[in-house]
């Protein structure tokens, strides 16, 4: 019986070491970079999905409900990103460099994601239209800073 919860004392710590340590860990340089590429490849997704949702339903090939729900989901998925790099300390210059050159992005992929949204709502078919092809350029611009610094 005492060794049996000596056992689960040693998993159980084995388990928070795993689980704690590397998060109270400093951000590196390539954690960062690594990151942002996660980040840019996610919002790239998010981007160009809404792009064609916006195009199809601006086409009328897709039910409004759908293009809401895809356009929300969109949302979501860019606020991740973001939300998981500046979650991180910026460790060095270089890191620095990577943050200004993707945020803007990140940020533009955002903006453009809610301005969709409500012109769908709208039922603005011109606005949605003049969006969904800047997130079609904002996530070829994401895709391409993914790639450059992978």
């Known amino acids: 019986m005492r060794h049996r919860r000596w056992l689960g004392f040693c998993v159980i710590g084995a388990v928070l070491l795993a689980v704690v340590v ?22 790239a997704s998010a981007a160009l999905t809404a792009s064609t ?47 200004d050159e993707v945020l803007p992005l990140l940020v533009r992929a955002a903006t453009l994601i809610g301005d969709a949204t409500e012109a769908a709502d709208r039922d603005d078919h011109q606005a949605l239209s003049s969006t969904a092809k800047e997130l079609g350029d904002v996530g070829g611009q994401l895709r391409e800073f993914a790639g450059a610094h992978r």
Do not use: H, I, M
């Open 22 to 43: 590397p998060g109270l860990l400093p951000t590196t340089g390539d954690d960062y970079r690594a990151t942002a590429v996660t980040s840019a490849r996610d919002a």
């Open 53 to 99: 949702v916006g195009s199809a339903s601006v086409d009328g090939n897709t039910l409004s409900t759908y293009a809401s729900a895809a356009l929300l989901d969109a949302r979501d998925g860019v606020a991740t990103a973001l939300d998981d790099l500046v979650g991180l300390d910026v460790p060095d210059r270089s890191a620095q460099g990577v943050r």
